[in-house]
C-alpha cells in the first residue's frame, strides 16, 4: 500500500509559478510510474503530466505542455511537478497518483492505483 502526500499549492497570480511536491511512503517508490491530475470545480479530473519509473520518459497534456516540468526523485521518494506561466484555467486541485504497471500508460488515469488527497491551485488574474 502506497501512501502519496502532496504539498505546495497556493494562490498566485497569473504568469507566476509553484513547485509541487508529493511525498510517496509504503512502497517501493522506484516501482512505480507517477502522475499529476488535475480537477477543477465543476469539471471531470484530468491528467497534467506523467513520469515513467525511470524518469526518462514523460508525458504532457498538452494543456501544459511548455509550461509544466515533471520529475522525480527516487532517492527521496518524491515527484515534482514545476508549474511557470501559470493561467488562471490552471486553477484545479492537484492530485499525485501512482501507477504500479510492468508499462509506461502516461496520464491514463484508470492505470494508477494510489492517489493522493490533493492540493489546492488558484490562480488569480
Known amino acids: 500500500q502506497v501512501q502519496l502526500v502532496e504539498s505546495g499549492g497556493g494562490l498566485v497570480q497569473a504568469g507566476g509559478s509553484l513547485r509541487l511536491s508529493c511525498a510517496a511512503s509504503g512502497g517501493t517508490f522506484r516501482r512505480y510510474h507517477m502522475g499529476w491530475f488535475r480537477q477543477a470545480p465543476g469539471k471531470e479530473r484530468e491528467s497534467a503530466a506523467a513520469?515513467?519509473?525511470?524518469?526518462?520518459?514523460?508525458y504532457y497534456a498538452d494543456s501544459v505542455k511548455g509550461r509544466f516540468t515533471i520529475s522525480r526523485d527516487n532517492a527521496k521518494n518524491t515527484v515534482y511537478l514545476r508549474m511557470n506561466s501559470l493561467k488562471p484555467d490552471d486553477t484545479a486541485v492537484y492530485y499525485c497518483?501512482?501507477?504500479?504497471?510492468?508499462?509506461?500508460?502516461?496520464?491514463?488515469?484508470?492505470?494508477?492505483?494510489?492517489w493522493g488527497r490533493g492540493t489546492q491551485v488558484t490562480v488569480s488574474s
Open positions: 497518483a501512482a501507477d504500479g504497471s510492468t508499462g509506461f500508460n502516461g496520464g491514463l488515469e484508470e492505470e494508477y492505483d494510489y
Open positions: 513520469i515513467s519509473r525511470s524518469g526518462l520518459n514523460t
